[in-house]
C-alpha cells in the first residue's frame, strides 16, 4: 500500500464496508438534486416505456387477483427507494389508462412512494403533478428502510401497514435499488470459497468532505479468507454458496443477503403473497455467472453494482414461488418479476404480461433502438421520429434527445404531418413529470408549436413554462409575437406594457412596438 494514501478504514467484511454508508450518505445529502441535477443516471429504468411495462405486468398480476375473488380489499404497490418519484408516476399514468379499458371489477390500488431520505418524501408531497392521485387514493408516500422496516406508516392517509396485517396481495418495486444497499463479496476458484473484505483508502485526508467527494476520492484495496465452512445461518443460502463453489471456474460474486431480507420484510406484510417487478444490469443464469472479474467500485455520484438476479430466483422459487426472467440474452438490463405466491402457475394473466411486455418487446430491446436511432439520427425522417416516440411510450428524455432533428424537420412538413406531431407533442408532455431538471421541456415544446404556426397551442405551453421555470424575456417576446400572429392585438400591446416594467433593460420588444396592428 502506497505510504501517501490515508487510511479511511481498515479492512471489513464487503457487506460492512463504510463505503454503504457513504452511498446512503450520498442521497441523503443531495436529495432530489442527485437526479435533477443529471449527476445519478436514471432514464434507461425510470422512462415512460418502463412505466408502461411495469403497469401492464401489475395490471395482469390484478387481473389474477381479480380471477380468485379478491376485489375488495386494496392492492399496495410499494416502491422501494423511489427517489424522483418519475417511475412511479409513469406507472400511474399508463396504469389509469389502463385500467379504465377493462370490463371486468379489479381490486383497487394504492401506489406507495418509499424513500429513507426525508427531503425526497418532502418533494413526493408538495408535488403538484402528484396531488390528484393522493386525493383519489391511488397515490401514498412512506419513509421505509426496507432492510430494517417492519412496517409501513403512510403518510397522507395515517395509516400503518404493520406485519401480517394485509389480506390482499402485496406488490414491490425494486427498480435500480437492489444494486445499490450491502452485498456480500466472495471468490470462487478452484472448488474453493473464499469471502472477501476490503479496506478503503484515499489519496488526501478526506475530514468532513461531503459523501460525493469521498466516493470519489476512495481507493479499494481486497483481501480474501477461506471460508469453507457455512456462512449464513440460511441453509438456503449455504446451499447456494456451495452450488456457486462447485460449478464456477474462477469468479467474484455479489450475494444479495440484504435483498433477500428485504424481499423477506416484504413478504412479512401480507398472508397473501407479494410480487416484486425490478429492472437493473444483472444476471440471472448461473453460466453468465462464471469468469466475473474482481469488482471496480465505478461513481456517479453514488456507486452501484450489478444484481445476483440468480440468488434472488432461487429464494423466490426456494420459497414456493416463481421467477420470471428474459428468455433471451440481454445487452443493457433485466426485468424481473418474483411471484411469492401460492400456485404461482395458475397466475396466467401476470404470466402473459410478461411474456409480451418483455420477452416479445420490451425496454432492453428499446435501449437497442435508441442507440441505432442515434447514430443515424441524420438519416430519419418525421414518419421516423414519430414512430420511435410512440415505441417509447411517449418518453420525454427520449423526446429531447431526438429533438435538434425534429426542429431541421419542421419547417417542410405537409398539413397531416404538422398535425400528427402536434399530437405527439401533447402527448410527450402527458407522459412528462418535472424534476427540474435542464432543459425546459415545455419551453422547447412551446418552440415547435410556434414552428408549427400553432401559436394558440404555443402559448398554453409557454404558460407551462412560465409556471414551471419563471419569466423568462425570451418566452415573453415570443409570446407577443404569437398574439400578433393570431391578431389578438389588446393582448399583444398588453404584453409589450408588461414587458416594459420586467424587462426595461431588453431591446428586444423595439422592433415589435413597430409592427403594424
Known amino acids: 500500500m502506497d505510504n501517501n494514501l490515508f487510511e479511511v478504514e481498515s479492512y471489513k467484511v464487503f457487506s460492512e464496508s463504510l463505503i454503504w454508508q457513504l452511498n446512503r450518505d450520498y442521497y441523503n445529502q443531495s436529495g432530489i438534486e442527485a437526479w435533477s441535477k443529471g449527476v445519478v443516471p436514471h432514464q434507461i429504468t425510470s422512462n415512460s416505456l418502463v412505466g408502461r411495462t411495469y403497469a401492464e405486468q401489475i395490471l395482469g398480476f390484478l387481473k389474477d387477483l381479480a380471477a380468485q375473488g379478491a376485489t375488495e380489499e386494496i392492492v399496495y404497490i410499494v416502491e422501494l427507494g423511489a427517489?424522483?418519484?418519475?417511475?412511479?408516476?409513469?406507472?400511474?399514468?399508463?396504469?389509469?389508462?389502463?385500467?379504465?379499458?377493462?370490463?371486468?371489477?379489479?381490486?383497487?390500488?394504492c401506489y406507495v412512494l418509499t424513500d429513507i431520505v426525508e427531503e425526497n418524501l418532502i418533494f413526493f408531497e408538495d408535488h403538484p403533478q402528484l396531488q390528484s392521485f393522493y386525493k383519489s387514493g391511488l397515490l401514498d408516500y412512506a419513509y421505509y428502510d426496507a432492510i430494517g422496516g417492519e412496517s409501513i406508516e403512510l403518510r397522507y392517509a395515517n395509516r400503518t401497514i404493520k406485519k401480517g396485517e394485509l389480506n390482499q396481495a402485496l406488490i414491490g418495486i425494486g427498480n435500480y435499488f437492489f444494486d445499490s444497499i450491502p452485498n456480500d463479496l466472495f471468490h470462487f476458484q478452484n472448488n474453493e470459497t473464499s469471502l472477501c473484505s476490503i479496506a478503503l483508502h484515499s489519496t488526501q485526508d478526506l475530514g468532513s468532505e461531503d459523501a460525493a467527494r469521498q466516493l470519489k476520492s476512495v481507493k479499494l484495496s481486497f483481501r480474501e479468507q477461506a471460508n469453507p465452512g457455512p456462512h449464513y445461518e440460511s441453509d438456503f443460502m449455504n446451499d447456494m454458496l456451495d452450488d456457486y463453489r462447485a460449478n464456477l471456474s474462477d469468479s467474484y460474486i455479489f450475494f444479495p443477503e440484504k435483498s433477500m431480507l428485504c424481499l423477506e420484510n416484504l413478504n412479512a406484510l401480507s398472508t397473501k403473497g407479494l410480487m416484486v417487478l425490478s429492472m437493473d444490469k444483472g444476471f440471472h443464469e448461473l453460466e453468465k455467472l462464471d469468469k466475473k472479474p474482481k469488482p471496480e467500485i465505478i461513481t456517479h455520484g453514488s456507486f452501484s453494482l450489478w444484481v445476483n438476479f440468480h440468488a434472488l430466483g432461487n429464494y423466490c422459487e426456494r420459497l414456493g414461488g416463481k421467477a420470471l426472467f428474459p428468455s433471451y440474452s440481454t445487452f443493457h438490463t433485466e426485468v424481473a418479476c418474483l411471484l411469492f405466491v401460492d400456485d404461482s402457475f395458475d397466475y396466467s394473466n401476470s404470466n402473459a404480461a410478461y411474456q409480451q411486455s418483455v420477452n416479445d418487446f420490451g425496454p432492453d430491446d428499446f435501449n437497442s433502438i435508441k442507440k441505432l436511432s442515434y447514430s443515424n439520427i441524420s438519416k430519419l425522417s418525421l414518419m421516423h421520429l414519430i414512430a420511435l416516440l410512440?415505441?417509447?411510450?411517449?418518453?420525454?428524455?427520449?423526446?429531447?434527445?431526438?429533438?435538434?432533428?425534429?426542429?431541421?424537420?419542421?419547417?417542410?412538413?405537409?398539413?397531416?404531418e404538422r398535425e400528427r406531431m402536434a399530437q405527439s407533442l401533447d402527448l410527450v408532455w402527458l407522459h412528462y413529470f418535472d424534476i427540474s431538471e435542464k432543459p425546459d421541456l415545455a419551453l422547447k415544446i412551446a418552440g415547435i408549436f410556434f414552428d408549427l404556426a400553432f401559436y394558440e397551442r404555443a402559448l398554453i405551453y409557454y404558460d407551462h413554462s412560465t409556471d414551471s421555470c419563471g419569466v423568462e424575456v425570451d418566452t415573453f417576446y415570443n409570446k407577443a409575437i404569437c398574439y400578433y400572429q393570431l391578431r389578438q392585438d389588446k393582448l399583444f400591446v398588453k404584453a409589450l406594457e408588461e414587458a416594459k416594467l420586467l424587462f426595461p433593460d431588453s431591446d428586444l420588444f423595439d422592433k415589435l412596438k413597430k409592427l403594424d396592428l
Do not use: C, M, W
Open 390 to 416: 410512440r415505441l417509447s411510450a411517449y418518453d420525454s428524455t427520449f423526446f429531447t434527445q431526438i429533438l435538434p432533428r425534429i426542429k431541421q424537420l419542421v419547417e417542410r412538413l405537409s398539413n397531416a
Open 83 to 109: 427517489g424522483h418519484g418519475r417511475l412511479g408516476y409513469h406507472i400511474l399514468k399508463h396504469l389509469e389508462k389502463l385500467t379504465a379499458l377493462q370490463n371486468i371489477k379489479l381490486p383497487p390500488y
